[in-house]
């Protein structure tokens, strides 16, 4: 009876071990892995990000990590389920006090208009919205008579900020 109860024990003893370090050896993913995990589903690479926190912790039976982090144009909050990888929620708020940005229908009236020409004989190629430095711009491109233009325009205001004219070879 004796030996039985010490068996017992022992295999206790080993299942108990094995749980505890199964439990606290490579399970969870690292602050430095889920900072990747963010930043890839925010999916702007080339932004540089600054991590205000990282916090790691215990939320109903669940590990969690809690990211704030930001680049130039936005602040993103963060939540990552530690075991299984997957983002259980995110936020993004603008850093810019909440402007929004014209609409593209009045950035290209504004861009003809200076441009002293009709839309509707242009050839329009692009109208984005790109990052110089920290200021969102659209970038206008299209073509009249063999001359490409290039307009930058700040998309909050409208303000024209650059002009380019290129004169094309004619094929």
Same mark, same amino acid.
């Given at each position: 009876m004796k030996k039985i109860a010490i068996i017992v024990v022992i295999i206790f003893l080993i299942i108990s071990s094995f749980i505890i370090y199964k439990h606290f050896n490579n399970e969870y993913i690292t602050s430095e892995e889920a900072q990747i995990i963010a930043m890839e589903d925010v999916s702007n690479k080339d932004n540089e990000y600054t991590f205000n926190s990282v916090e790691f912790k215990e939320t109903n039976d669940m590990y969690i990590y809690t990211l704030e982090f930001s680049d130039n144009v936005n602040y993103y909050t963060y939540k990552i389920n530690a075991k299984t990888k997957k $983002? $259980?929620?995110s936020k %993004?708020?603008?850093l810019?006090?909440?402007k929004t940005y014209m609409k593209e229908e009045d950035i290209l009236i504004n861009v003809f208009k200076n441009a002293a020409l009709d839309q509707s004989e242009c050839n329009l190629i692009s109208n984005i919205v790109?990052?110089?430095g920290d200021i969102p711009v659209y970038n206008t491109v299209f073509y009249y008579n063999n001359i490409r233009y290039e307009y930058k325009t700040n998309a909050f205001t409208g303000a024209i900020i650059s002009v380019? %004219?290129?004169?094309?070879?004619a094929a």
């Open positions: $983002i $259980i929620s %993004k708020e603008s810019t006090n909440n790109i990052l110089e380019t %004219k290129l004169m094309e070879n």
